[in-house]
């Protein structure tokens, strides 16, 4: 046996020699950190040569093995697990499908075994198969099809990002340094010393999820987009800021934020003009095991941990609560370890609502809403309950009216697309009927004015 064959070098960029399979293990190393190890040049030569942009960085060895593979040839990378998600996933898996590549056989996610604390994808694929693949095997089980997800299922194309729905969800605000936040008596003295346009209570995931009654445990200092001169108007708030922010802010002078020192990171002026206006506005989780939905009181300041979706009618609330938008959420969005990456260029904005629907189905979905809502609200509040151990006890069996509820709220939202009320249940049917609705809208195949 000889090694002549091995060569040292840069396998993105090197020649590769000629085979009849490829194998391999590329680096893990994700897109935020190419930049820091490889140095900026590096990373103008990726984007040059490969013309996605800057991807996790397995992602081009998938693109190099699918380049370098003759029709009928096959190739099997590991890759991170990030590569089943968002930009990564466009770049690798969802190229191999529009380029040829049907994957015969994957592992979606497993911890990699060796000392990196990383959870991994296997993947194996052909090139432009002769014939039909006769067998699918995803995490060890036969399926009909594996898609560019590393999910069960015949691929299909990608979602467009619909018109429709721009601008009508956001992420909530970032600070990005301690001291904005305020404990109650600080609050309280502020609020006294008549600074209460500026001192807001603050919305977390962590009230949504685990706070009975979902509402928010803390304060914050925001001026959102005022400029100094009017911040200067709440002098208490602006000392605040001045002794525990703006040091901070000065050491960081690169950074964007740096010369507004008395605002937020990011305060989200777009979405700060969405909500304008209204009384109350929806909030959700962003990363969980569960995707919630719940209203927000328009005083209140959502974090960067939120999600924030500009409605406030309860049929809006019920169709975004309903499994039909669940089901399209987990199957679009991105994942951290098992949880749900709720994102809303992917989720939300590719999801397509009931295009037109009559005063009596949105009445009935709004009813169904309120109802649900109110129940949960007593539920939780009355056992002293947050919403991620409400439902926990619903998976075990407990509370059966408010299973009940959803089941109402999900079979009003199917009769809303004008679906059987047994679709409502069935995940995988949802998602495949609102692929094909999301391409008629698309394609303007289906008039769309979901919100009137």
């Known amino acids: 046996m000889t090694l002549s064959g091995i060569r040292i070098a840069d396998a993105v960029f090197a020649p590769w020699p000629d085979a009849d399979v490829i194998i391999g293990n590329p680096p893990f190393l994700g897109d935020r950190l190419i930049r820091r190890v490889h140095g900026g040049d590096y990373v103008e030569q990726l984007k040059t040569t490969f013309h996605v942009g800057v991807v996790d960085y397995s992602a081009y060895w998938f693109r190099r093995a699918q380049a370098q593979l003759r029709d009928g040839q096959r190739a ?22 529009q380029t040829g590549g049907v994957i015969t056989d994957a592992v979606s996610s497993q911890r990699w075994p060796g000392e990196a604390k990383v959870y991994v994808s296997i993947t194996n694929w ?17 399926v009909d099809g594996i898609t ?26 970032q600070p990005t340094g301690p001291g904005f936040i305020l404990n109650d008596d600080t ?39 005022r400029p100094l001169e009017q911040a200067m108007r709440y002098p208490k708030s602006l000392a605040i800021i001045r002794r525990d ?37 929806i909030c959700s989780t962003l990363t969980g095991k569960r995707l919630l939905f719940v ?45 749900l990456r709720y994102t809303p260029s992917t989720a939300f904005e590719t999801f397509p609502w009931p295009p037109t629907t009559s005063p009596a189905q949105r009445e009935s979905v709004a009813a169904a809403s309120r109802d649900l809502l109110a129940l ?19 998976d075990e069996g407990a509370y059966l009216a408010l299973q009940k509820a959803h089941r109402r709220l999900d079979e009003a939202v199917a ?28 394609t303007e195949a289906t008039d769309y004015q979901p919100f009137g």
């Not at 009355?382 to 619903?394: F, I, M, P, R």
């Not at 004008?418 to 609705?437: H, S």
């Open 76 to 97: 099997g990378l590991v890759s991170t697990n990030t590569l089943r998600e968002n930009k990564h996933r466009l770049a690798s898996l969802n190229y191999l499908l």
């Open 295 to 339: 209203w927000a009181d328009a005083s209140w300041c959502p974090s960067n941990a939120t999600g924030v979706l500009a409605f406030d009618d309860d049929y809006s609330m019920g169709v975004l609560t309903s499994r039909a938008h669940g089901a399209w959420a987990w199957a679009r969005s991105s994942t951290l370890k098992q949880d």
């Open 245 to 281: 922010v703006k040091p901070d802010r000065d050491r960081n002078k690169q950074r964007h934020f740096a010369r507004l020192w008395w605002q937020f990171a990011w305060p989200r002026p777009e979405m700060r003009q969405a909500v304008a206006g209204k009384t109350r506005f």
């Open 126 to 142: 052909i090139k432009n198969p002769p014939g039909p693949v006769q067998q699918f095997t995803l995490d060890g089980h036969v």
């Open 376 to 394: 949960r609200s007593q539920l939780a509040v009355q056992d002293e309950l947050g919403l991620t151990q409400l439902y926990n006890a619903v």
């Open 148 to 173: 560019s997800h590393l999910r069960a299922g015949q691929p299909t194309p990608e979602p467009a990002r619909l018109s429709g729905n721009r601008a009508r969800a956001f992420i909530g605000c």
């Open 187 to 225: 609050a309280a003295a502020l609020h006294a010393a008549g600074e209460s346009d500026v001192v807001r209570r603050y919305l977390n995931s962590d009230d949504i999820t685990d706070a009975p009654g979902a509402a928010p445990r803390r304060w914050i200092i925001d001026f959102g987009t």
């Open 415 to 442: 009769s809303s697309y004008g679906w059987p009320k047994t679709v409502a249940q069935n995940n995988a049917d949802l998602v495949r009927r609102l692929g094909e609705l999301n391409t008629a809208v698309a």
